[in-house]
């Protein structure tokens, strides 16, 4: 295959005066440098992008993992460990879970997360919490418990 190339005069003065220098051979290796360049950079922007796909969804589904458990727990502690008081507290206080570093119910619920059991399931699912609003498992174990918390008390 002939392609032209255009070269500015004055490079095009040099590469006449340059003795010896095949520009055929140079053009090509340059040429299959710069293609080889281009095609790793367009496989590699695909595989950015397969990654990028593929943590995104792995990171939804570990919030959804999260959310089901701190859900589960949440409920479980409203009926198996906690007061009424702390139920009424955190009733109170709804889906803020940042005020959850004092108080007789961050007390309760920080024991029943310490305890033994639920410890290890913790450690098993490798769940570390912060209690921060954007938490998704405190967020989650607060919401467990509240509902339930609704539940029984129309049954009361």
């Not at 803020?96 to 399931?121: K, M």
Request: charged share 30%; with cysteine.
């Amino acid at each position: 295959m002939k392609i032209n190339i255009y070269l500015p005069d004055d490079l095009g003065e040099r590469v006449r005066a340059a003795e010896g220098l095949n520009v055929s051979r140079v053009c090509q290796a340059a040429l299959e440098q710069e293609v080889t360049m281009i095609a790793a950079v367009q496989t590699s922007t695909t595989d950015i992008e397969q990654a990028a796909v593929r943590l995104r969804k792995s990171r939804g589904d570990r919030a959804k993992e999260l959310e089901s458990l701190g859900y589960e727990l949440g409920s479980h502690w409203a009926k198996t460990s906690a007061e009424w008081n702390h139920l009424v507290q955190l009733d109170k206080i709804g889906k803020t879970v940042v005020w959850l570093d004092r108080g007789d119910a961050a007390d309760a619920i920080f024991d029943y997360l310490n305890s033994p059991a639920v410890e290890q399931i913790l450690a098993v699912q490798e769940i570390r919490y912060d209690w921060e609003l954007a938490d998704p498992f405190a967020r989650a174990f607060v919401t467990g418990a509240c509902k339930t918390f609704d539940a029984i008390k129309k049954s009361m």
